[in-house]
């Protein structure tokens, strides 16, 4: 059969063609970018609840298998039964993660409710006392006019903007229980999901691999699924790692507030716990706000927890952290600095989470190919070595 391009021109054609479908694409993007964008939220929104699912069962992924793991060595050691072993563990995670929920809300959530309630009377309490000596305090410095009463005023603008929205209350309540039904409705479909992904989740990275190795060739499909294996071991040992570590901070947290009688210790101790999350700036983000709590209530207390918070980030940072999370990112804390500001500001909270094992992954492997075109160049591949560098000539 004879072609109409010539063998010679055959590539070039295929990369213009290549080039000219890449620019139509673009085109019909920017012209209907209103509407894709539109569909694009629709999908994830309808999407919510499985991308929740995922994010559950990635966090029980550890739990699970140490659960199948324990199944195997006991009940189901004479009789292995893959099936039914698989079925069991992820029963064991969904009810585990089920009874955490729980815990949250029915035991946890009311007394932070409670201490948050108790915050707001003890600085109204504060404003009050103290206004004549903050509104003198201003007057002296010349910050405020002599006939002006700042707090008063302030109090009264609130008292007004409080009036307008009585009107728009009802709106409000319904909003929030539309969201509110819509988050117990997403994560009710989520543990479900979630469920189903640990039970099939051998089954499906078969096919995935199968799917992978039908895509690629071989060389390439197998480079892929290592980076992969990389990055599912450093994604799951960051995020359990780091949500135990956040765990047992808060533990420790509210413990020393107990002993120490300081206010608002389940308040401040979720704070803290919750923000530890966060890599690298969430110990200093919890912290800011409880200090500034404690020291409207009592400037001892705030005085104390400071001195402990301190204390306990470091032997989070030096000794718990490391034991717990390992060498799961092996970046350096200016890199890690950069990944957080970049990933909150490209992808908000979500991308703060994510930023440190994604930015690992991705300097895994840079230094992957830095260390292999180093060794074709026949060049050391140890960093110490380049501290004289222009390199000598063996």
Avoid at 103 to 121: D, G
């Amino acid at each position: 059969m004879k072609h109409l391009v010539p063998e010679e021109y055959r590539r070039g054609v295929r990369a213009a063609m290549v080039v000219i479908a890449f620019t139509v694409a673009l085109v019909a993007v920017l012209i209907y970018l209103d509407r894709l964008s539109g569909f694009v939220s629709s999908v994830m929104s309808s999407m919510a609840p499985f991308f929740i699912g995922g994010a559950l069962a990635f966090i029980q992924m550890p739990i699970d298998r140490k659960i199948s793991a324990i199944l195997r060595a006991t009940l189901f050691k004479k009789k292995p039964q893959a099936k039914t072993v698989r079925l069991v563990s992820a029963l064991i995670s969904l009810l585990l993660l089920v009874l955490l929920i729980c815990l949250f809300f029915y035991i946890l959530l009311p007394q932070v409710f409670t201490s948050m309630e108790s915050l707001v009377n003890q600085i109204t309490r504060f404003v009050n006392e103290n206004d004549a000596a903050i509104n003198d305090a201003l007057k002296r410095f010349g910050l405020v006019n002599e006939d002006v009463d700042p707090l008063n005023s302030a109090w009264q603008n609130i008292l007004t903007y409080s009036t307008n929205y009585v009107s728009l209350l009802p709106t409000l309540i319904r909003t929030s229980y539309n969201l509110i039904y819509r988050f117990i409705f997403w994560l009710f479909i989520g543990l479900i999901v979630s469920f189903y992904l640990l039970m099939d989740r051998e089954r499906l990275a078969r096919q995935c691999n199968k799917l992978c190795y039908a895509v690629l060739n071989k060389d390439a499909c197998e480079e892929f699924l290592y980076w992969a294996r990389q990055a599912n071991r450093t994604f799951a040992g960051f995020t359990t790692g780091k949500i135990i570590d956040s765990i047992i901070v808060g533990i420790i947290c509210y413990l020393f507030m107990l002993i120490a009688r300081l206010e608002y210790s389940v308040l401040i101790s979720v704070l803290v716990g919750v923000t530890n999350i966060l890599p690298f700036f969430g110990p200093f983000i919890g912290a800011a706000p409880s200090i500034l709590i404690l020291l409207i209530v009592n400037p001892s207390s705030a005085l104390k927890f400071a001195i402990f918070i301190l204390v306990l980030q470091q032997v989070d940072g030096n000794i718990i952290g490391p034991k717990i999370l390992g060498d799961y990112t092996g970046i350096s804390p200016l890199l890690t600095m950069v990944a957080i500001i970049l990933g909150s500001a490209l992808f908000g909270f979500v991308g703060m989470l994510i930023s440190v094992p994604v930015c690992a992954v991705l300097y895994a492997i840079f230094k992957s190919i830095m260390n292999q075109r180093l060794k074709k160049k026949g060049l050391p591949t140890d960093t110490d070595q380049y501290a004289h560098a222009p390199l000598k000539k063996s």
